[in-house]
């Protein structure tokens, strides 16, 4: 992820790196920049408060000390920020209120409690910022930026980073954020000439987190044996100078295990992708899309190895976490559920194949769907393909149940998947007739599905 580091300027904010715990605590009153009484203030200058990193406590808090403790010490500073607001009179402009609203709302983003953490870096706190300038308006859009690159808005990211090299002299921090994005949006020649440019800056020699830049660049570009070189070299460093922060240890991890899949070493990402879960569980907890993340590489390794059985149980609890966060988003859902159905055709006749079931996927697509639908990420004929595939795997959940003689349960996931199927075919139609894409033949499948579950579902049928 991107790191929260700031251009150096006077006063300017920086926020740690790193990121921690999920949760959901209670979601105090956002500011407004609107003055309770009147709109004089409105007209009045800007107040000249200064700021320095050190005054970014909440945010600067390692969040490693679990699930349960890192809630905990959130919430602690959701209450303390609501009684600051409450004594402000909800003024965004009084004193100490926009350095607690920016504060607060990078420790939302570290936690990925990332709906808390938009409500906070709001439109009206980005135009205050920017009325105030440096360092103010730097230290929010780099957090802004975070935010839009975990809620899987990279474009939007890269805008904010590109506004940030803009408003401030040249800095490596800015050129490696800047890395960070092209490569996550395909643009990994672009990505690893950043990484270049902040090494050249900084004096010529790569550090730890540097090689770490560059082994991920190079994987993307093909270059897979240069980034298993750098990141195993990267590796012992970050083990030596960094105990103190394992979540970073465990994305390093995580790296490493993607570099050794796409060079085909499966059993070897299997290793570092099991250490990042481990790391992640214990120190953010099974909720955090960290966690997740490291749980889906674990599954596709294992898929890679030929053990279909493992890797399904690896991506049902990816699946679970992703299904309920505060970054959900269309791609990765349907592309855990393409594969867990190619799981289950691979795991048909081995030893222990019944863990191997659809089934167990059922309540978090439930989940899913509501949590997209939300985020009206349900809306357009991407969401239509989505909710078609959910369809399909309910369907087959629904004749799972019905073999076994369930036939309450398979009636009830049989109605949920024509809902979906209904849904999809109306998605599905309007983009095409749109000319966004030509989903003519997704759409004859979904409406044939969709008849028969209507069949199925009939009074009359036997």
Same mark, same amino acid.
């Given at each position: 992820?991107?790191?929260?580091?700031?251009?150096?300027?006077?006063?300017?904010?920086?926020?740690?790196?790193?990121?921690?715990?999920?949760?959901?605590?209670?979601?105090?009153?956002?500011?407004?920049?609107?003055?309770?009484?009147?709109?004089?203030?409105?007209?009045?200058?800007?107040?000249?408060?200064?700021?320095?990193?050190?005054?970014?406590?909440?945010?600067?808090?390692?969040f490693n000390g679990?699930?349960?403790?890192?809630?905990?010490?959130?919430?602690?500073?959701?209450?303390?920020?609501?009684?600051?607001?409450?004594?402000?009179?909800?003024?965004?402009?009084?004193?100490?209120?926009?350095?607690?609203?920016?504060?607060?709302?990078?420790?939302?983003?570290?936690?990925?409690?990332?709906?808390?953490?938009?409500?906070?870096?709001?439109?009206?706190?980005?135009?205050?910022?920017?009325?105030?300038?440096?360092?103010?308006?730097?230290?929010?859009?780099?957090?802004?930026?975070?935010?839009?690159?975990?809620?899987?808005?990279?474009?939007?990211?890269?805008?904010?980073?590109?506004?940030?090299?803009?408003?401030?002299?040249?800095?490596?921090?800015?050129?490696?954020?800047?890395?960070?994005?092209?490569?996550?949006?395909?643009?990994?020649?672009?990505?690893?000439?950043?990484?270049?440019?902040?090494?050249?800056?900084?004096?010529?020699?790569?550090?730890?987190?540097?090689?770490?830049?560059?082994?991920?660049?190079?994987?993307?570009?093909?270059?897979?044996?240069?980034?298993?070189?750098?990141?195993?070299?990267?590796?012992?460093?970050?083990?030596?100078?960094?105990?103190?922060?394992?979540?970073?240890?465990?994305?390093?991890?995580?790296?490493l295990a993607e570099?050794?899949? =796409?060079? *085909?070493?499966?059993? $070897? !990402?299997?290793?570092?992708?099991? #250490? +990042?879960? &481990?790391?992640? /569980?214990?120190?953010? %907890?099974?909720?955090?899309?960290?966690?997740?993340?490291?749980?889906?590489?674990?599954?596709?390794?294992?898929? =890679?190895? *030929?053990?279909?059985? $493992? !890797?399904?149980?690896?991506?049902? #609890? +990816?699946? &679970?976490?992703? /299904?309920?966060?505060? %970054?959900?988003?269309?791609?990765?859902?349907?592309?855990?559920?393409?594969?867990?159905?190619?799981?289950?055709? =691979?795991?048909?006749?081995?030893?222990? !194949?019944?863990?191997?079931?659809? #089934?167990?996927?059922?309540?978090?697509?439930?989940?899913?769907?509501?949590?997209?639908?939300?985020?009206?990420?349900?809306?357009?004929?991407?969401?239509?393909?989505?909710?078609?595939?959910?369809?399909?795997?309910?369907?087959?959940?629904?004749?799972?149940?019905?073999?076994?003689?369930?036939?309450?349960?398979?009636?009830?996931?049989?109605?949920?998947?024509?809902?979906?199927?209904?849904?999809?075919?109306?998605?599905?139609?309007?983009?095409?007739?749109?000319?966004?894409?030509?989903?003519?033949?997704?759409?004859?499948i979904a409406g044939?599905?969709?008849?028969?579950?209507?069949?199925?579902?009939?009074?009359?049928?036997?």
């Amino acid at each position: 992820g991107l790191r929260r580091r700031l251009p150096a300027a006077p006063s300017s904010a920086a926020t740690a790196a790193g990121a921690s715990a999920w949760d959901e605590p209670a979601t105090p009153a956002w500011p407004s920049s609107a003055p309770s009484a009147g709109g004089a203030r409105d007209r009045a200058p800007r107040p000249a408060e200064e700021v320095s990193p050190s005054d970014f406590v909440w945010s600067s808090h390692p969040f490693n000390g679990g699930e349960a403790e890192n809630a905990q010490v959130l919430r602690g500073f959701e209450e303390e920020y609501g009684r600051l607001l409450a004594d402000a009179s909800g003024d965004l402009r009084a004193p100490g209120i926009l350095r607690a609203t920016l504060d607060l709302g990078a420790a939302c983003v570290k936690n990925y409690a990332l709906d808390k953490a938009d409500a906070l870096l709001s439109p009206a706190v980005v135009d205050e910022c920017r009325q105030r300038g440096m360092p103010w308006d730097l230290k929010c859009l780099q957090d802004l930026a975070t935010l839009r690159f975990k809620q899987h808005r990279q474009p939007e990211c890269a805008e904010l980073l590109e506004e940030v090299a803009s408003r401030s002299p040249p800095h490596p921090a800015t050129q490696e954020n800047l890395g960070t994005v092209y490569n996550s949006l395909g643009k990994h020649r672009l990505a690893l000439e950043c990484f270049q440019k902040a090494i050249e800056m900084k004096g010529g020699r790569p550090e730890k987190e540097d090689l770490w830049n560059l082994a991920l660049a190079r994987k993307n570009l093909g270059e897979h044996a240069a980034a298993i070189e750098t990141l195993e070299s990267a590796l012992p460093l970050f083990l030596k100078e960094s105990a103190d922060k394992p979540v970073t240890i465990a994305k390093v991890h995580d790296s490493l295990a993607e570099c050794f899949l =796409a060079a *085909g070493q499966a059993a $070897d !990402a299997s290793g570092h992708f099991r #250490r +990042a879960a &481990e790391l992640h /569980a214990a120190h953010v %907890g099974e909720r955090s899309p960290l966690y997740g993340g490291a749980v889906d590489g674990l599954s596709r390794a294992l898929q =890679a190895e *030929g053990r279909p059985i $493992d !890797a399904f149980d690896a991506l049902a #609890r +990816a699946f &679970e976490v992703l /299904a309920s966060g505060d %970054g959900i988003h269309p791609t990765p859902i349907y592309d855990l559920l393409v594969r867990a159905e190619a799981l289950v055709a =691979a795991a048909a006749g081995k030893p222990g !194949a019944s863990r191997v079931d659809l #089934r167990r996927l059922a309540p978090f697509i439930a989940d899913a769907r509501a949590n997209l639908a939300r985020r009206r990420l349900d809306a357009d004929g991407n969401g239509g393909v989505l909710l078609h595939k959910m369809g399909q795997v309910l369907l087959t959940c629904a004749n799972l149940e019905e073999d076994a003689g369930q036939e309450a349960a398979a009636w009830d996931l049989r109605t949920r998947a024509l809902d979906l199927l209904r849904r999809s075919l109306e998605l599905m139609e309007a983009a095409t007739e749109a000319g966004e894409a030509d989903l003519s033949e997704l759409c004859a499948i979904a409406g044939l599905q969709a008849g028969l579950a209507e069949a199925r579902l009939s009074p009359d049928d036997e």
